[in-house]
């Protein structure tokens, strides 16, 4: 069973505005969330997280929204570049904040 | 260099062979964790090391997987009898503090392991 999923397996949006990754979670242990950026025949890097007592992350161009209630979790990209073509994980965590589970993620074109 | 090597990068093994895969990672980083990723998948947890201890191995597949970070430092992942179903890239990824105070991992380039 899937802890974490990513239902969009790729987006496609126009240089300058806004990507939106959307990330569903159903295991209610996890209280630490994470987006990484992945290119090709790299690793994966780490761009933002949240801790489960907020609700908002902002850092520059990426912040991630937090709703527990409903166990999802997005990214929005503002403004969108060519340099942010990617595929995008999100990724959780439990209180021990061990082992990351991983949704499948979802590969992110920026059209300039 | 800063951040967390892996060698070798690719590897071609026949099924039968064993491997090993090797994992540097941030200098004075406790944490030590070692994920399979399949092709159009998300990474997948194998194992956790903290220094030299293996505090969770919950994710190796079969008894064919071995890891150790005898001075908890340097890790190696060992694959025994390679099978074909093994092919995947290896990430090894690091972590600043223990699990309790930190929870972002920093990753390797990745080792892609095929079996042929």
């Known amino acids: 069973d899937q802890q974490v999923k990513q239902n969009s397996p790729s987006l496609s949006v126009q240089e300058g505005r806004i990507s939106i990754l959307n990330c569903d979670y159903t295991?209610?242990?996890?209280?630490?969330f994470l987006w990484y950026k992945k290119y090709p025949a790299e690793g994966p890097t780490f761009l933002i997280s949240?801790?489960?007592?907020?609700d908002k992350n902002e850092d520059g161009r990426f912040t991630v929204f937090l709703n527990k209630s409903a166990k999802h979790l997005s990214l929005h990209i503002v403004p969108s570049q060519p340099g942010d073509s990617a595929v995008y994980f999100c990724?959780?965590?439990?209180?021990?904040?061990?082992?990351?589970?991983f949704g499948g993620g979802t590969r992110v074109l920026v059209k300039p | 260099g800063a951040g967390v090597s892996q060698s070798p990068r690719y590897k071609v093994a026949k099924r039968g062979q064993d491997v090993a895969l090797r994992c540097d990672p941030i200098?004075?980083?406790?944490?030590l964790f070692w994920y399979q990723q399949a092709l159009g998948q998300g990474p997948e947890f194998l194992t956790y090391?903290?220094?030299?201890?293996?505090?969770?191995k919950s994710g190796l597949p079969s008894d064919r997987f071995f890891a150790e970070r005898p001075e908890g430092s340097v890790s190696t992942l060992k694959i025994q009898r390679t099978q074909q179903e093994d092919s995947a890239v290896y990430l090894c990824?690091?972590?600043?503090?223990?699990?309790?105070?930190?929870?972002?991992?920093?990753f390797g380039p990745g080792t892609r392991l095929t079996v042929t």
């Open positions: 090391f903290q220094n030299e201890a293996q505090l969770d």
């Open positions: 949240i801790s489960s007592i907020k």
């Open positions: 990724a959780a965590s439990g209180a021990a904040g061990n082992k990351l589970t």
């Open positions: 990824a690091s972590s600043k503090r223990d699990r309790v105070f930190s929870h972002e991992q920093y």
């Open positions: 200098s004075g980083h406790v944490s």
């Open positions: 295991n209610s242990m996890f209280d630490y």
